[in-house]
């Protein structure tokens, strides 16, 4: 599939994207994709971008501020409020485009954005339906995941972070993943493996994030939001994910009217690849198919 190299402003800054046009003509539903903690678009939001557009649906992918070919300084600051502002910066682009009917915006995010989807298409109130990857549904579930000893290392790293940024510094960086024991936002057991499995051979991507995330990520819990999630909405969900707990995904998708959770015997990171994907992507385009055109 053809994509265009796409920018957008976001609170005066640029953001970077990926714009996939479906093959039909007229009007179509877009699809909206972000990733998850600390992640770009080319860990594999093309693959599912391209998929979407083979489909029938438009489809943009873009990089927060701060982050991959993105405008923001320092880099890498993961901030909760500012990753919401470009996703409805987003939105509201997608809907310019040749090609798309603009009440048929679709949002698609994975993890850290699984959760974001849910007080954006909340907040926009137009959006026509909502897909969930393993998502972070509940800030203290997530950090749990850690134990005790690592979150107190984490937070210690965090203070040190935000110390540095009230004196003008650059900021303390942690890496996004690590083995089991390192000072790393995320040490599940193969979770380092598997997200440089996510990358293209010719890619080098920032693997850090600025600490301060650590002191507010506890205290997001999206899935609270989800008796108003109005629209058609699908979670799939791990049963064996280690990075964002199942648990909070069932009473997520109790509380919804129009959801419909799927779940997969298998690991956080597993979704994104081979042998699982095909099943996990033909999910989606079903729901899509059945819930939007």
Not at 40 to 66: C, M, P, S
Not at 120 to 140: F, R, T, Y
Not at 214 to 234: E, V
Request: glycine share 8%; net charge positive.
């Amino acid at each position: 599939m053809k994509r265009e190299n796409i920018r957008f402003k976001s609170q005066g800054l640029e953001c970077a994207g990926w714009y996939y046009k479906a093959g039909n003509n007229g009007k179509s539903p877009c699809v909206v994709l972000g990733h998850g903690f600390g992640g770009v678009k080319e860990a594999r939001l093309d693959v599912y971008a391209e998929a979407f557009a083979k489909a029938g649906y438009n489809a943009l992918a873009f990089d927060y501020r701060h982050f991959g070919e993105s405008e923001g300084e320092p880099r890498q600051i993961l901030d909760i409020k500012k990753q919401h502002q470009d996703w409805h910066a987003a939105i509201a682009f997608a809907r310019t485009q040749e090609g798309v009917d603009p009440g048929k915006i679709i949002l698609w995010g994975s993890s850290f954005a699984g959760g974001h989807v849910i007080p954006v298409a909340i907040k926009d109130g137009k959006i026509a339906a909502v897909i969930s990857q393993v998502p972070n549904l509940d800030g203290l579930a997530t950090a749990r995941t850690n134990g005790v000893v690592h979150a107190l290392k984490l937070s210690l790293a965090a203070g040190r972070d935000m110390l540095r940024s009230v004196r003008g510094k650059n900021p303390y960086y942690i890496p996004i993943t690590g083995e089991p024991g390192d000072l790393a936002a995320m040490t599940a057991p193969g979770a380092r493996d598997a997200v440089e499995k996510l990358f293209p051979d010719d890619f080098e991507p920032n693997e850090n994030v600025a600490a301060r995330i650590i002191l507010h990520a506890p205290l997001y819990s999206p899935g609270k939001l989800a008796h108003k999630m109005a629209m058609p909405w699908l979670i799939q969900a791990a049963e064996h994910d280690a990075v964002t707990p199942v648990k909070p995904a069932f009473k997520a998708a109790a509380k919804a009217p129009k959801s419909k959770l799927i779940t997969y015997k298998c690991g956080h990171f597993d979704v994104y690849l081979a042998p699982l994907f095909e099943q996990v992507i033909q999910d989606q385009v079903t729901f899509l198919k059945n819930n939007v055109y």
